[in-house]
């Protein structure tokens, strides 16, 4: 158990395997409520720890928030007598936020590797091959949210290859909320893109939209931005269009939190106004996502279920209120973006384009 | 001189001009920096009282600013050898701020008052009648600025009276930064058509965007609201494309810092954005502003000079910062709106519909 899941170079690990000279294992994440002003970790020794990272938003992103939760099944299973504490610890952690697939996805991954080195059923071969007849269902769960972890980055570095063909050289580049290195286990996904295509001397530069009301994109995307030495400026979200207006965006790229069978992509509230805002200036609109935010059971956006959030978030900030007392506020965490207004879709397989409606 | 400019019932008044016990008058504004969380007033007793409360957004709306600047010209009459004093007092509040029309064109108004009273040569014909023989030209100008300070309000509301056939009955209505009571000398322009709507039985409800960098909206906007007693709901920008795909926005109504000769409207950034997916939805997209705004001097959108602000509105939020320290951002104030994405104009006069390009 002494494996930490993967090191980016450049940023620290998003999130981490960590086991202390007792042996006892934990996740460590970055805290990213903290950042830009602080970097800080929190580590997380039980299951309800995971699952208060993931929804009061230390940890976020939709690759991210799946393997924190696939390491928390493997505290489960550790803690409270293996399948039964897997399934537990499932049910909490999928319940923490309803709109990322990934998250159901990831823990359905661990849990069906323990049901099936538990019973012996028919699972996906690789449980059963390596649980063989002494290692107990609690180092299956880790082993398979390890594998989830590395998956993440090796998908991430795909897709940034396949992606940063995309783009051309110089390109400026608006992106939205963090699908970076934060919102993954590793070098990201939309910004992963980015990333791919500074790395192959196409010096693209990047306007980070702040993505009020939690500011991802100030907080996070730019802090990333700055440690990885790509150029990058801030906008407030209402920029975005003066900004196409006066030819200064060649394309957008985004993340997303879920992509419908039919091409519908979920992602952060704003992300459906820059598609739209893209569509009318005939500008590209890309998003970069593991196949794992494929949701077939999901057969249109409609069906997508958004996640609304704490009025406070809108009404403060910082512990700053900025509404008069009493107002009232809506706060729905993502939009949903129809297929026919995305250009591309980048996963670790390749660039596909929807077909338009 | 005791006369105080105007009375908007329901609020206190955007701005006045008060006289102390010795006779000394001041301009007295409310210091919208404040709001909401203080109700507070800043007294200007010189023309650089009244530039800085400008250039700081004390007092803002173009129609505000252009009274404000009025009663700076008076200042500068009274206090530095007349026509002598105007001209400097014009010269420094011209500066103060670029994009909006209606401050150019109040500072002209009482500066031609005062020439034409001071030279007896041929004005608009109210001053010299008026000023006769012995009357000062600091009352001259001060009166004017009364002038422009009444019209307003007479301006204000008779464009809600307009605009407020536009509004269907419980129409949920989007608007964006402030062009309220809080904007003008009173009543409001976008705000206005809503109040007269309102008033008119018309049960309208309000989406408030908070209006990043400065949040005028959140700030402004919804404590008018609030006070006047009108549902509204905050939601920060990023919320208006979700809100108008859900089929959540009957009509968006924002105000105009310039509009030119074709139509094309300047005003707070984001403005665009909403103009662009009202028309993608297909929803009725207005702009409310007095005739002052209209700008025949300026062709097209293209001519308007788009004030940059200090990057700091944008990396901080409520004095908090936000980004990394170190990172560049943009701070555009406003956006240009070709006239074909406005569906009317509303003015005092009447509802104007512009060509479709």
Redo the contacts between chains.
Sequence with gaps: LEETCVISSGLPPTLEWTVDERGNGALRLIDQRRL??ELAFVECRTVAAVAHAIRELAVRGAPAIGAAAAYGVAIGARDDGGLAGAEAAAAVLRATRPTAVNLAWAIDRVLDAVRSAAGGEAGDGIGEDEDGAGAGLAEVALRFAHRIAADDVAANRAMGAHGAELVPFGARILTHCNAGHLATVGYGTAVGVIRAAWEAGKAPTVWVD????V?QG??LT??EL?RLGIP???????????LM?SGDVDLVIVGADRIAANGDVAN???T??LA??A??HGIPFYVAAPTSTIDAATATGADIVVEERDQAE??E??G?????????????AF??TPAALVTAVITERGVTRPPRS
């Excluded at 702040?210 to 009301?213: D, F, K, Q």
């Excluded at 990058?232 to 003066?242: E, H, I």
């Design positions: 830009p002003g702040e993505t009020r009301p500011l100030a907080r730019a802090w700055q990058a400026t801030l906008v407030a979200d209402v920029m975005a269009g003066s207006a952060k509230i704003g459906y106004t739209v805002l569509r009318h809108v009404t900030l910082a700053v209120r900025i509404a008069p007392a009493g107002m009232v506020a809506r706060n729905r939009d949903v």
